[in-house]
């Protein structure tokens, strides 16, 4: 059974475009573990989740990005969408923020096409990892090496290809922050 993840704070960076279910379900998941969920975007408000190519529900923005502090989270959830990854990958402060969690060996949970965010961060040279399958050419020039897998782990990063995948990410984002909690412990 999975630990209790009370005491953990998840960041999840998204905007508009974002693909619903690739965030609301690890949020839904994470929740009913105890850890708790902040979304992160470039603007306050609401951002418009798509299911695919179709626009779904709006959802509400907990904190701007930008000023937003990584010593504050012990992981962070990238959530895939085309348009939203394609928006983050630009964005300094998406950069800014996933290089700290990463040079701090925090967990980092990304599905879909939100490695690209992590590619423009210049973060996955020599990573073993996944991606929705159009983006695997960008994953492997950008000197990672791509498999096609429901979830890869790689040290402190879980990957995962796409909404069907998400039981499988799910379970190894909870592996990954069960064994932060084990080491908060210790």
Known sequence: MMSDLKGIRVAILATDGVEQA?????RKFLGQLGAETTLLSPKAGQIQAMQHDEKSEKIKVDRVLEGADPNEFDAVLLPGGALNADKLRVNKDAQRFVQAIDRAQKP???IC????LLISAGLT????MTSYHTIQDDVRNSGAE???????????WVSSRQPSDIPAFNRGIADLLTQLVSKKAA
């Open 22 to 26: 690739e965030l609301t379900e690890p």
């Open 125 to 128: 040279k020599g990573r073993r």
């Open 108 to 110: 980092v949970a990304v």
């Open 113 to 116: 096409h939100a490695p690209w």
């Open 146 to 156: 791509w498999t096609d897998e429901q979830m890869v782990r790689d040290r402190n």
